[in-house]
């Protein structure tokens, strides 16, 4: 009976949903769809860096692969990214590889560091019209970076693309039981090798390496001085790389209507640049092209596929390079067009929908865009977007507080009722709508309806009392809510050094 019973009892241990055979099928083929598509990218930010190919495409795997165990969001597909490359390039191009991957490391120390403070809980403070504009700038600058591979080459490359893009937009409305970049990649490169056609191949971005990565430390000077070298350059890898990777977990939440631990892939960033450093990687992040190929285009939806773009990257490179060099740039420069085209949201830019749209909504938009167009730097413009943002909520509350006044019956009181929300923009204003010259003896400010929020706030409320004492009135504040008398009860009288 007692066996029955904690048979009973005893909790169900889920089996993990990739071990349905649809599901497992889809993250394989997903995960080497995103392998493929991760290849060409990680050489050509290796170049952007200023470092061999072999460094990104060590990067890409090593970030794939931990992110797919400690990141909180799964699908979502990190690797070297050309933000990244960015902001070390610099160090590399002065001082080499070592110490590069030093700034990395520290940089992934940096990023654990803020996942413990919290920091991936400002991104409640990031407003939708940023997070459009973050997304649109991101479509146009996957799309740009096409560019270069459709000027100055074969005529042939451009038939290639029309038919790639034509695979992919057609096959989907006939199966998706196989990811159609997969499809379109695979037709090309058995066209251009059987067609013996010249065009533009993965081989020629650079060398794939032929052995795998190897465990060590950089080759640096452990001094203070080293320290202060690296430090800016650590700091800027791990909040562009958090910043990026947190608004993309953010992106694929909205996708597929689930929510992931901000906080876990705060420090699985971290965690990954770490592991990246150590086996001589360029760093990295989420990858906002490659995750919409996996989650959008392929439809994944569990950490394995993330775990096996990496693993295929690897195997890939240093096991059939020779295959993976073939593949012509059409086929992946098409893939990344579909991203683009998918990754826009067309809706926010309809007629419609900037006829409805507050203008200050819209101008963040565009903003946020035009920052990160003009940057190429994602982290810029969304900083730029939320401080625009800012202004504007600013200066729209500033104008939200009303003031409105009633005369006691006996005539010797005159009771002023304040509404809205008081802070530094908002008070201001304040001090010029009380009738200090023309009112009685004794005046009364109803806070009922207004909250207080800062000192500035009650460094308004003092100036008015002051200027009805300098004509010999009083003045009363009354109906301060709890947190309003908090604070006011704390600074009244304290912040203009007691004149």
Same mark, same amino acid.
């Given at each position: 009976?007692?066996?029955?019973?904690?048979?009973?009892?005893?909790?169900?241990?889920?089996?993990?949903?990739?071990?349905?055979?649809?599901?497992?099928?889809?993250?394989?083929?997903?995960?080497?769809?995103?392998?493929?598509?991760?290849?060409?990218?990680?050489?050509?930010?290796?170049?952007?860096? *200023?470092?061999?190919?072999?460094? &990104?495409?060590?990067?890409?795997?090593?970030?794939?692969?931990?992110? #797919?165990?400690?990141?909180?969001?799964?699908?979502?597909?990190?690797?070297?990214?050309?933000?990244?490359?960015?902001?070390?390039?610099?160090?590399?191009?002065?001082?080499?590889?070592?110490?590069?991957?030093?700034?990395?490391?520290?940089? &992934?120390?940096?990023?654990?560091?803020?996942?413990?403070?919290?920091?991936? %809980?400002?991104?409640?403070?990031?407003?939708?019209?940023? =997070?459009?504009?973050?997304?649109?700038?991101?479509?146009?600058?996957?799309?740009?970076?096409?560019?270069?591979?459709?000027? /100055?080459?074969?005529?042939?490359?451009?038939?290639?693309?029309?038919?790639?893009?034509?695979?992919?937009?057609?096959?989907?409305?006939?199966?998706?039981?196989?990811?159609?970049?997969?499809?379109?990649?695979?037709?090309?490169?058995?066209?251009?090798?059987?067609?013996?056609?010249?065009?533009?191949?993965?081989?020629?971005?650079?060398?794939?390496?032929?052995?795998?990565?190897?465990?060590?430390?950089?080759?640096?000077?452990?001094?203070?001085?080293?320290?202060?070298?690296?430090?800016?350059?650590?700091? /800027?890898?791990?909040?562009?790389?958090?910043?990026?990777?947190?608004?993309?977990?953010?992106?694929?939440?909205?996708?597929?209507?689930?929510?992931?631990?901000?906080?876990?892939?705060?420090?699985?960033?971290?965690?990954?640049?770490?592991?990246?450093?150590?086996?001589?990687?360029?760093? *990295?992040?989420?990858?906002?092209?490659?995750?919409?190929?996996?989650?959008? #285009?392929?439809?994944?939806?569990?950490?394995?596929?993330?775990?096996?773009?990496?693993?295929?990257?690897?195997?890939?490179?240093?096991?059939?390079?020779?295959?993976?060099?073939?593949?012509? =740039?059409?086929?992946?420069?098409?893939?990344?067009?579909?991203?683009?085209?998918?990754?826009?949201?067309?809706?926010?830019?309809?007629?419609?929908?900037? %006829?409805?749209?507050?203008?200050?909504?819209?101008?963040?938009?565009?903003?946020?865009?035009?920052?990160?167009?003009?940057?190429?730097?994602?982290?810029?413009?969304?900083?730029? /977007?939320?401080?625009?943002?800012?202004?504007?909520?600013?200066?729209?509350?500033?104008?939200?507080?009303?003031?409105?006044?009633?005369?006691?019956?006996?005539?010797?009181?005159?009771?002023?009722?304040?509404? &809205?929300?008081?802070?530094?923009?908002?008070?201001?204003?304040?001090?010029?709508?009380?009738?200090?010259? /023309?009112?009685?003896?004794?005046?009364?400010?109803?806070?009922?309806?207004?909250?207080?929020?800062?000192?500035?706030?009650?460094?308004?409320?003092?100036?008015?009392?002051?200027?009805?004492?300098?004509? *010999? %009135?009083?003045?009363?504040?009354?109906?301060?809510?709890?947190?309003?008398?908090?604070?006011?009860?704390?600074?009244?009288?304290?912040?203009?050094? *007691?004149?």
């Amino acid at each position: 009976m007692s066996s029955v019973l904690s048979a009973v009892t005893r909790p169900r241990l889920s089996r993990p949903s990739w071990l349905s055979p649809s599901v497992f099928r889809t993250e394989v083929l997903a995960g080497l769809v995103v392998a493929l598509a991760l290849i060409p990218e990680a050489i050509s930010f290796s170049i952007l860096a *200023g470092v061999d190919p072999r460094v &990104g495409l060590f990067a890409s795997f090593t970030m794939a692969v931990v992110i #797919a165990i400690c990141g909180g969001r799964p699908a979502m597909i990190s690797a070297a990214t050309g933000a990244i490359a960015l902001v070390v390039a610099p160090l590399a191009k002065e001082h080499g590889l070592d110490y590069l991957i030093a700034a990395v490391i520290l940089g &992934g120390v940096i990023q654990v560091l803020l996942a413990v403070l919290g920091v991936a %809980k400002l991104m409640r403070f990031i407003p939708r019209s940023v =997070m459009v504009g973050f997304v649109n700038a991101l479509a146009i600058l996957i799309f740009a970076a096409q560019v270069p591979y459709l000027l /100055g080459v074969p005529w042939l490359v451009y038939p290639l693309v029309a038919l790639a893009l034509a695979i992919m937009v057609g096959l989907p409305r006939l199966t998706r039981a196989v990811p159609a970049p997969l499809v379109a990649i695979i037709v090309l490169t058995v066209i251009t090798v059987v067609a013996a056609v010249a065009v533009p191949t993965v081989g020629d971005q650079g060398e794939l390496p032929n052995s795998l990565p190897t465990l060590g430390l950089p080759q640096i000077p452990w001094t203070i001085d080293t320290l202060a070298l690296i430090a800016p350059y650590a700091l /800027g890898v791990a909040l562009v790389g958090l910043m990026e990777s947190l608004m993309t977990a953010k992106l694929v939440d909205d996708i597929t209507d689930t929510h992931s631990n901000k906080t876990r892939e705060s420090w699985g960033q971290g965690v990954a640049n770490i592991v990246t450093g150590f086996f001589g990687g360029m760093g *990295g992040c989420a990858m906002i092209g490659q995750t919409m190929i996996n989650v959008k #285009a392929s439809g994944a939806r569990t950490r394995l596929s993330t775990f096996l773009a990496g693993v295929f990257l690897l195997v890939l490179v240093v096991s059939l390079g020779d295959v993976v060099a073939a593949i012509p =740039m059409a086929a992946l420069v098409a893939v990344m067009i579909i991203v683009a085209v998918s990754t826009f949201d067309w809706h926010s830019i309809a007629p419609g929908t900037l %006829k409805r749209m507050p203008l200050g909504e819209t101008l963040v938009m565009v903003t946020t865009v035009g920052a990160v167009l003009a940057t190429h730097n994602l982290a810029i413009g969304v900083i730029v /977007g939320v401080l625009t943002a800012m202004v504007i909520f600013a200066r729209r509350v500033a104008h939200l507080v009303e003031v409105t006044s009633v005369l006691d019956p006996d005539g010797g009181t005159r009771i002023y009722s304040v509404h &809205g929300e008081l802070f530094f923009a908002s008070s201001n204003d304040l001090v010029y709508q009380f009738d200090y010259a /023309g009112d009685p003896p004794n005046v009364v400010i109803d806070m009922t309806h207004a909250h207080v929020w800062d000192a500035s706030s009650v460094a308004a409320l003092d100036a008015i009392t002051t200027k009805y004492s300098a004509r *010999g %009135k009083t003045v009363e504040i009354v109906e301060l809510n709890t947190r309003s008398a908090a604070i006011h009860g704390t600074l009244a009288g304290t912040l203009t050094g *007691g004149h």
